[in-house]
């Protein structure tokens, strides 16, 4: 059976990203013959001597002309272990608005040094930004070291500079492997130039690192998504709970409580289409039939008894601006969307901004702008059911709408109650 | 119990999550279903999301009215099983109204007049969400769309101006008139489609499968002699055996050879080509190098 894993890259063109995500879908024949044929193309007509694999992930037209990176771009490969998605976000302008929205999902997040340059404020604020969004794995890929004649020495520097940045923030595994992407050493297969690193190859890690534990099987979630009432003579008094398992484990049989209204009762079965199954587990979408009638909407959320998410409505969050019209300052209303669960949101403090290169906490600060994050109190005018972010990426997690815009303006983390 | 998913159960979960947010969040969804294998794939997942109940909304096919007979069959069997309501929406009939006019010469295709067909119906149902089969790995500028994807008062998509999309929180406010196509596949790969039909035993209109057919070359692709198309001087019309990796619009959509009469026959191929589906069988982005950005900035699928 093949698993999914799902992995951010950052950094910018100068890193040799794009280079390095070529490498390992070429490597791992999942670039083709018609799309290397049109990068050959595109790069002849701009005068380039080879073939630049940048332009494979560079789409759009306004990319290829002004030769920058605009967008999260979504590539797509296997080998017979795993199937990966990555997210391609650029490094540069909107770099944290584009980081988040790739890496929001993301198991592993790759982030590259130049071994020339070593650790540049980009690469602390990426790692910065993964250890935010709680990527459970990073990996920091020391580039080009065929142009430092692949210096074990060189590469010892970079580590011990940049581990005792890492030490400073909430990162759980951490991985170092030196490369060079253009000359493939260290991406698919070990370097014969590098016999002095011990670890694994690139595409050996990303094929190997234990991922299975990363989910949270404790705390049961269950969001409800909608209510399905068939109507039909087979299925007359049929009402079950659609939703996808946030987290956590629900077998039939289980004791559940719905909230908010507290009312307790048993799960009958677990069905999907395929069969009733015996216990559902994330991610998993699934519909849960109840021994009781219950009144339970769109917006609910079924827990344990004995394991309830907190219920509040006064928030502290992490949030991310992401709009570059409008700031987010105190009073503030926006649309929240929590969940399956949508309401109305006033700010009610900015408790500080936070220096995401120096990580200062600058507490004089009374606004959020465009790629800017800080501890923010918001009040909600219906409670969510939420644990903290750190616990679980689904549950913990918002977004802000501007009600006016309709646009997507804030990313959310929930630290706790105010 | 094992708690491990596969990735096929992954991504079948994360389509019926964003199915059944669709259903939940929007006044009037449409499914929009062409019979080629990622739409079937598509009306599969959300038969999935509301069984035992029938899915909640229409599906509606742009008919160029220049498809294989074969998709035809395979539509309406489909739609009759689930007991869902069709709406065509034809291209024929804009030209009839006079609202298009039909390209002319051997190489007219309706593949750019679907557009306009498929907006007028929008607008004409009061279609609020329009889900749509398009994956990530097809093209490049679809790899950079996000799963709902906004579309202004003229249909248009605007890829300097995506709403982050994080998590599984999708944001689907829009205005009155405003729509937003919702795409649950973004994340299939081709191989992933065809593991999917070969794993929960679903059928697809033959023709995906190895056939003798009349074909000629044009352009390096293989195309049927049909009525919609005019051969040209040149072009020699003979029998080989092919099969189709997409199915369109006949006059742009070439066909393979092929030897793969089975599911897992095609897996195999599929895994061992090193061609895309839409560079080996679509004239259509092979006008330019940003042909698929250029439609899709109009509103095109």
């Not at chain 1, 390095?20 to 380039?48: H, N, P, T, W, Y």
């Not at chain 1, 339970?296 to 992401?322: E, F, H, K, Y």
């Not at chain 2, 009349?214 to 055996?241: N, S």
């Not at chain 2, 793969?260 to 080996?280: C, F, H, N, Y």
Request: charge should be negative; aromatic fraction near 8%.
């Amino acid at each position: 059976m093949s698993e999914l894993l799902r992995f951010a890259t950052a950094g910018s063109v100068d890193d040799g990203k794009s280079t390095l995500i070529g490498r390992l879908l070429f490597d791992s024949k999942s670039i083709f013959e018609d799309q290397m044929a049109s990068v050959a193309d595109a790069s002849e007509r701009m005068g380039l001597e080879g073939p630049n694999l940048a332009l494979l992930t560079d789409g759009l037209r306004a990319e290829r002309e002004q030769g920058i990176t605009i967008d999260v771009a979504y590539r797509y490969f296997a080998t017979p272990k795993r199937k990966f998605i990555i997210a391609d976000t650029p490094g540069h302008v909107q770099y944290t608005r584009n980081m988040v929205t790739g890496a929001s999902t993301a198991d592993l997040a790759i982030v590259l040094i130049d071994a020339r340059k070593g650790v540049l404020e980009q690469s602390r604020r990426h790692a910065f930004i993964a250890s935010l969004l709680r990527i459970p794995h990073l990996v920091i890929a020391v580039n080009k070291m065929d142009l430092v004649d692949y210096s074990e020495d060189r590469f010892n520097e970079i580590v011990e500079e940049f581990g005792s940045f890492a030490a400073k923030l909430d990162i759980s595994d951490l991985t170092f492997i030196p490369l060079s992407a253009l000359n493939g050493d260290n991406v698919v297969g070990r370097s014969e130039h590098m016999t002095w690193f011990e670890g694994s190859s690139l595409l050996h890690h990303l094929e190997t690192v234990h991922i299975a534990s990363d989910r949270n099987l404790i705390d049961a979630r269950f969001p409800v998504q909608c209510v399905l009432r068939p109507h039909t003579d087979e299925f007359h008094d049929y009402r079950g709970y659609a939703g996808r398992v946030a987290s956590g484990v629900f077998r039939a049989g289980d004791e559940v409580m719905v909230l908010p209204s507290g009312f307790t009762t048993k799960i009958k079965r677990i069905e999907t289409f395929d069969g009733a199954v015996d216990g559902a587990f994330a991610p998993m979408s699934v519909t849960l039939l109840l021994e009781d009638e219950i009144d339970i909407s769109r917006g609910d959320m079924i827990c344990r008894p004995q394991n309830q998410p907190t219920s509040a409505q006064d928030i502290d969050a992490m949030v991310c601006w992401l709009a570059d019209e409008t700031v987010l300052s105190a009073g503030s209303k926006l649309s929240i969307k929590h969940t399956t669960r949508t309401a109305r949101a006033i700010v009610k403090d900015v408790k500080y901004r936070l220096d995401i290169n120096s990580l200062h906490r600058d507490e004089a600060a009374e606004t959020l702008q465009l790629n800017e994050m800080g501890r923010v109190s918001i009040r909600t005018t219906l409670p969510l059911f939420f644990d903290e972010y750190r616990r679980s990426r689904e549950t913990g997690s918002f977004i802000l709408i501007d009600e006016a815009t309709n646009a997507t303006v804030g990313a959310g983390m929930i630290l706790g109650e105010t | 119990m094992n708690y491990e998913l596969s990735h096929l159960k992954t991504l079948e979960s994360e389509s019926i999550h964003i199915i059944r947010e669709v259903a939940a969040e929007f006044e009037r969804p449409v499914l929009l279903f062409s019979g080629g294998k990622d739409s079937i794939v598509m009306l599969r997942l959300a038969e999935k999301a509301f069984w035992p109940a029938k899915i909640p909304f229409p599906v509606m096919h742009i008919d160029t009215g220049h498809n294989f007979e074969e998709v035809y069959e395979y539509r309406d069997r489909r739609v009759a099983e689930l007991g869902i309501k069709l709406v065509v929406a034809s291209v024929q009939d804009s030209i009839d109204s006079g609202k298009q006019v039909e390209q002319k010469g051997p190489r007219a295709s309706r593949n750019q007049l679907q557009t306009m067909t498929l907006l007028d119906a929008l607008e004409e149902h009061g279609f609020d969400a329009a889900f749509g089969g398009a994956r990530r790995d097809e093209e490049k500028a679809r790899s950079k769309e996000r799963v709902y994807s906004f579309r202004d008062e003229f249909g248009q998509w605007d890829p300097k101006n995506q709403r982050p999309e994080l998590w599984s929180l999708y944001n689907g406010r829009h205005l009155r008139g405003e729509h937003i196509r919702i795409f649950p596949l973004s994340n299939w790969t081709e191989l992933d489609i065809w593991q999917y039909i070969a794993e929960d035993g679903i059928e697809v209109p033959n023709i995906y499968y190895a056939h003798e057919r009349e074909v000629f070359e044009r352009d390096g692709m293989l195309l049927a002699v049909t009525e919609f198309v005019t051969v040209m001087e040149g072009e020699k019309p003979e029998t080989r055996t092919v099969r189709f990796r997409t199915v369109g619009d006949a006059s742009c959509t070439g066909a393979v050879e092929s030897d793969a009469r089975t599911v897992q026959e095609v897996i195999d191929e599929v895994s061992a080509t090193r061609v895309t589906e839409r560079g080996a069988t679509r004239a259509d982005d092979r006008a330019s190098e940003a042909a698929m950005e250029d439609r899709k900035r109009q509103g095109y699928f």
